[in-house]
């Protein structure tokens, strides 16, 4: 049986405010809208284009902009000549519907992201790297374990922070995301268990999801990680591998005290589980805080490896990040490597090699001026938002704020629509929870962050398709 | 029944010229030869490492290293504290010894790689990039689909070779093997057949072989591609995909005519096969040769994608590449990428951006270096190797030799041991064929080619452990 909807019936169904901006978006979310909540069941034929089109009023290049937009999403299948059928995503793949990637620029404000702006030095490392080049640019150019000196000044860092590390031991790549795709493609066969912390960084999902993975989400309640529950998720799941982000955890920003540190270790040793530590954040203390010891601290037979990256640190326009395990490993790594893409940029390693020598400056830059966003954010929830609740974390780039009801979807469509895009907590988690959850980074200028949150709670106040024009695109100093 | 063999056993088997250099080289390289013409069996546990040196009179040092050479070259299975056992290495598994990766600086001529020096104009490019960055640099820096400019100049210069493209078609990557890793994920499942061609760029096999696929190979005869075997090849193996290098072949540097490319995208079509076509060296033709159309020119139905790379035409160091397809595979490609690796570097991309506008002046410098290395490569094989056979390609950057005899193998591994890294013809098959032939690039300058060819001819004469010392790493300009 084809069931079928006409233009007009579906027009009656949408209810749009036709002053709604961009409209087609605003078609495209309420006919989403409409699937996940059962109005529209899925496997129905939407009209024609040109019949919706009609129906509403409006051009069929909105209806085809609409269709597309949710063809990307999954949420309709289309047969060239047949016509298009309402779906669900199939939870499988991977949407474009994704934390890094705008449709194009859209001007809305970025709080979707939690990457600070480039630090000051980077043109000065930039130029000192133009000048080393041309001595580097005599060779082959290609390096997939990385570049000598850019993995001596890893592992000085790891040895300065309390682990003794050989350059052998470090394998840059490009980035802490390729660090974690090329470390599970290696160790994750389709259907292994994989632990993920519950909420976590959401590529490391979409990284799972890619493997085949079963993904076992344990929960990191309000007042951090409790050691019982990863240890029985452990226990359970018998998973190969696990994902933890103990530094300024993102997004909630815990950091996990040194004797949950040990027992993670004791009990991943315990349930032969491999450890891979995401230490991105972990410069990016903001308050006075104890010194932790890095995980790996805690190893005693190669069962923690850990991933760094540039991009928190220093800026995500560098793609360069590392992976600490052992030298056979490291080998291991560098073959696969080799297939995915070769080698790292030689240009950015000079520039991140140039970049550690003044690694505790640019600590202390980040520490004021995420320091300054961080107070701009809270203060203005504070002001906007009195029922939303959080703890403030004492380092790293993002608030993890609890939501009055189950409605962090809806807020990033309305906010959307006023200018401001942001994560909702759903990105966060793999079961469709975390509804009642946002992210919000402090990794924006106070005066951007003060904008934004004006705008989303003007979006909360008018609903999702208010009119407000997008802000145009000057990225502030 | 564990069989064993003692040090002395072992030792007697050897009979390693004592002068070799590096001696744990040879030791491993003899013990891979053994395994490889059956005179040791595999599953046989070889003596413990201190039995062994004592009985060779060489330190334990030296035969550690050699059995982790061979464990990592996947001939020796070992258990903590249980020993060693002969093995053969997985044909699904990716070894570390790999085109790309150098155990370490070990100063021989890498004479197993084509890939040309930096052009001139980089220095200027980088510096010209430098000046831009800072505006650059205020965004978040991820861009998973790549810059626009950069997008639009790549879409340009494919318009200017007849292929109208917009830039919304193109997805700047890691490099061209980041492009083929990507399209590999997206679009074959483990299992299903792909085409090869035979020879091919060893790192296609690797990709494949990631993937789980089921490699086809398609021979190319000395003259070119045979439509035929194509046809048939895609007929009988329903491949879902082939990847084809139809300008300057990487090894054999064939171009391909206009009839053969048009055939091939018609039977494509016929068979319902995807074609990913490699231009990475299409900018580089040497001689006079008539300018053919880009492969995509004959697509009418979104079947073939074309992948293209900085590294050839300017430099490998650059880690940027491209794919062009239809704007909805590039949405999709693009977040296929975010999981992978978020997005390319941002100072490359303007680099390349920069580059891109004197791309005539470059091809025109690489015609002339190119040619002159291809002169004194052809010419010092005429003169120390008169038994070698090869055809002259009109472009590119490679001889692909015929040698009297099955001797690939045997041969890079006595150049090693005087200096020279060559990539033996059974690196670019997929099934230990082509035994009998060496990829020989032309893409060092006169004077490393022919001192390589001479040090070549000396390790033929001598064998391969003579003890000629490597030569100092001061790459010539």
Redesign the interface.
């Known amino acids: 049986m084809d069931r079928y909807l006409s233009g007009v019936q579906l027009a009656r169904l949408l209810a749009i405010d036709p002053g709604a901006r961009p409209y087609y978006r605003a078609l495209a979310e309420t006919v989403r809208s409409l699937i996940l909540d059962g109005r529209l069941p899925v496997r129905v034929r939407l009209p024609a284009e040109r019949h919706l089109a009609e129906a509403l009023g409006v051009s069929r290049t909105t209806v085809t902009a609409a269709y597309?937009r949710l063809r990307?999403q999954g949420y309709l299948d289309s047969r060239q000549g047949a016509g298009s059928w309402t779906a669900l995503p199939d939870a499988g793949a991977?949407?474009?519907e994704?934390?890094?990637?705008a449709a194009e620029?859209d001007g809305l404000l970025?709080l979707h992201?939690a990457?600070p702006?480039?630090i000051g030095a980077?043109?000065a490392a930039?130029?000192s790297a133009?000048e080393q080049?041309?001595r580097?640019?005599?060779?082959?150019?290609?390096d997939?374990?990385g570049l000598?000196p850019l993995r001596r000044a890893i592992a000085a860092r790891y040895t300065e922070r309390g682990l003794a590390t050989r350059p052998e031991q470090i394998l840059v790549?490009?980035?802490a995301?390729?660090a974690l795709?090329l470390l599970t493609?290696m160790l994750l066969a389709p259907g292994d268990p994989v632990l993920l912390e519950s909420p976590t960084y959401p590529?490391a999902i979409?990284?799972a999801r890619?493997r085949g993975a079963r993904i076992v989400p344990v929960g990191i309640p309000d007042d951090g990680w409790h050691l019982d529950l990863l240890t029985s998720a452990m226990r359970q799941s018998a998973a190969r591998l696990a994902y933890v982000v103990p530094d300024f955890h993102n997004p909630t920003g815990h950091l996990m005290d040194d004797a949950t540190r040990a027992g993670l270790v004791s009990a991943a040793r315990k349930h032969d589980t491999t450890l891979i530590v995401d230490e991105t954040w972990n410069e990016l203390a903001i308050d006075e805080v104890p010194r932790t010891a890095p995980l790996a601290a805690f190893d005693t037979d190669g069962r923690v490896i850990s991933i760094g990256s540039a991009?928190k640190l220093w800026?995500?326009?560098?793609?360069i990040g590392w992976i600490r395990t052992g030298a056979?490993t490291i080998?291991?790594l560098?073959?696969?490597r080799?297939?995915?893409?070769?080698?790292?940029?030689?240009?950015?390693q000079l520039?991140v090699t140039r970049l550690f020598e003044d690694i505790e400056e640019t600590r202390a830059e980040r520490r004021r001026t995420l320091g300054a966003s961080r107070a701009a954010l809270v203060a203005a929830l504070t002001e906007h938002m009195p029922d939303w609740s959080f703890t403030v974390p004492r380092g790293g780039g993002s608030l993890w704020v609890r939501l009055p009801g189950p409605s962090g979807t809806a807020l990033a469509d309305a906010a959307a629509c006023h200018g401001v895009r942001l994560a909702p907590g759903t990105w966060f988690g793999v079961d469709g929870t975390l509804e009642g959850r946002i992210r919000l980074p402090f990794t924006q200028p106070p005066q951007v962050i003060v904008e934004a949150v004006g705008r989303i709670a003007e979006a909360r106040l008018r609903g999702p398709y208010g009119s407000r024009p997008a802000l145009p695109l000057t990225?502030a100093?």
Do not use: K, M
């Not at 580097?136 to 290609?142: D, N």
């Not at 080799?338 to 950015?348: G, K, Q, R």
């Open positions: 597309d990307e991977l949407g474009t994704n934390p890094w990637i620029d970025p992201c990457a702006l480039a980077l043109p930039i130029a133009g080049y041309p580097h640019a005599l060779g082959i150019g290609y997939p374990v000598a790549t490009a980035g995301q390729h795709y493609t590529h979409d990284v890619l991009s800026w995500g326009g560098l793609r056979a080998r291991r560098a073959a696969l080799a297939a995915v893409d070769i080698a790292s940029s030689l240009f950015e520039v990225p100093l």
